[in-house]
């Protein structure tokens, strides 16, 4: 199977998408699992690298050492983040 095995006019999708269904389920349900797993596990790295990311950005937004960061901008000065440092 390929990412496009027939290209069908819309009025036979839905029987196009039962036969190739059919015929999918009749395989071995850990081979179809690792399938599923395989196309996605170039991006999956991506997924984790963002989550990641996303997460310690709001763990910084949500420090002492950030808020420092906007205070002094807000009063024109330079920020002193070393004393937020552990």
């Known amino acids: ?5 027939a290209v069908v006019p819309p009025e ?3 029987a ?3 036969k190739w269904c059919e015929e999918i389920v009749e395989k071995s349900p850990t081979a179809i699992a690792l399938a599923k797993k395989s196309f996605n596990v170039d ?3 991506i ?7 996303m997460h310690a950005l709001k763990l910084y937004y949500e420090s ?3 808020a420092e960061g906007g205070n002094a901008f807000r ?3 330079k920020p002193e983040f070393r004393k937020y440092v552990k």
Do not use: F, P
């Open 47 to 53: 997924r984790g690298m963002g989550g990641l990311a």
């Open 75 to 77: 009063e024109k000065r």
């Open 64 to 66: 002492a050492e950030s």
């Open 12 to 14: 036979q999708l839905d």
């Open 43 to 45: 991006t999956e790295m």
């Open 1 to 5: 199977m390929g990412l496009v095995n």
């Open 16 to 18: 196009e998408v039962k």
